[in-house]
């Protein structure tokens, strides 16, 4: 049995350091855990990251390539039009090209201010319709 006098005390205090170090150790188990899960997703990332820089450098090295071919297509197309007026040709295409353009236009045009007429047409007779006009 528990004594009188100084015995309760001394069990309670020790319950409570029994549970606080009971406590600390799942804290730190907790922590643990999650410092484990920050330094996984931390190596992802750092992978990730390579991964993107590698893919950069494979992608800069492909501009540089299609930046020099550019420049070799400017070079050979300005030779080519050494001594050749290409604008009365360029023109005409664009004449041209703006002709088939405006044609295509006007059709459509007719073709939506038909449909527009048709709707308002079956528009005014259903409602003549239902006020029984007809």
């Given at each position: 049995m528990i004594r009188r006098g100084g015995g309760t005390p001394k069990v309670v205090a020790g319950v409570v350091v029994f549970f606080g170090f009971v406590y600390f150790i799942y804290l730190y188990n907790d922590l643990s855990g999650q410092l484990?899960?920050?330094e996984n997703s931390a190596a992802r990332y750092r992978r990730d990251?390579?991964?993107?820089?590698a893919q950069l450098q494979v992608q800069m090295g492909h501009n540089g390539r299609l930046q020099k071919a550019l420049q070799a297509e400017k070079l050979k197309f300005k030779a080519s039009l050494?001594?050749?007026p290409a604008w009365p040709k360029l023109l005409s295409t664009l004449q041209l090209t703006f002709d088939m353009q405006h044609g295509s236009t006007i059709t459509k045009y007719s073709d939506v201010t038909d449909w527009i007429l048709l709707v308002i047409c079956i528009g005014f007779y259903v409602l003549m319709e239902s006020l029984n006009c007809l």
């Open positions: 484990k899960n920050t990251a390579e991964s993107a820089s050494d001594g050749k």
